[in-house]
Structures are given as structure tokens and as C-alpha cells.
């Protein structure tokens, strides 16, 4: 697919700012006239990616969270989000339904999600060197299709 537009971000790994991420993603994307499910869908995405950069990339310290959006010539949004934390030892184990590595009040549901709510997910990661999260929504997308 061609690039049509794009764009780039570095945020720290606040809690604060996840909420700051998913808006600028949302409102990178309104640019392909979504509807309000498809933008809800990107929100909780992005959402569960960068929570997931903040809880467990960097546990208890602060680092950057890089977001680099696409927006493709099949009206798809690529979205890429990337830290530099501690990375998964385990990739397989990590995406099951309910498995976390940081208890208390974690569902251990965040991969599952992003997974439903986008039409690819991917995932690499580096013990010691980050992980990568890349997922793709297809908008406006008929019933029919």
C-alpha cells in the first residue's frame, strides 16, 4: 500500500499522556471521515498499547513511548507503537486472554483487545530493547465487503 500521509510522535511514559496519544491518533485518522464506532475502536487500541508501554515496558520508571502513524492508499491506518523498556520474553505467552506479569488489577486483556479492535496486530520484542507494536485498521469499511 502507498503512504498518503503520516506522522510521528514522542511522548514520555506518563499515565497522563495515554490519554494525549489516543486523541492524536483519533485525530490523525479523521482525516478518512471514520465513523464514531471505527474511532472508538483506534482510541481503545491505542490506548491498551501505550498502557501496556507504561506498566510494563517500563515498569516503574519513565521513558519515551515513539508513535508513528500511516494513514495508506486502502484507507487503512497503520499505527506503530514502540518503547524501549525491558521487552517480552515471551511474545505467545504475553497475547494470551488473561496472562500478566503485573498482577493486582491488571485483566491481562490488553493484546486481546488491540486484537479485536483492529484488523492486524503484530508484535515484536527484544528482551532489554523494547517492543513493538504494530496494528492496522481498515476504515469505512461497507457491511457488505
Known sequence: MKEINKFSLRIPSRSNNES?????????????????EEISDIKTAVSEAVTNCIVHGYKNSIGNIYINCEILSDKSLKIRIRDRGCGIENIKQAMEPLFTTAGGERAG?????????????KVRSTVGKGTTVTMVKRLNVKEDE
Not at 20 to 36: E, G, K, N, S, Y
Open 20 to 36: 494525549f496519544a489516543r486523541t492524536v491518533v483519533a485525530a490523525f485518522a479523521a482525516q478518512l471521515d471514520p465513523t464514531v
Open 109 to 121: 486483556l490488553g493484546f486481546a483487545v488491540m486484537e479485536s479492535f483492529t484488523d492486524s496486530l
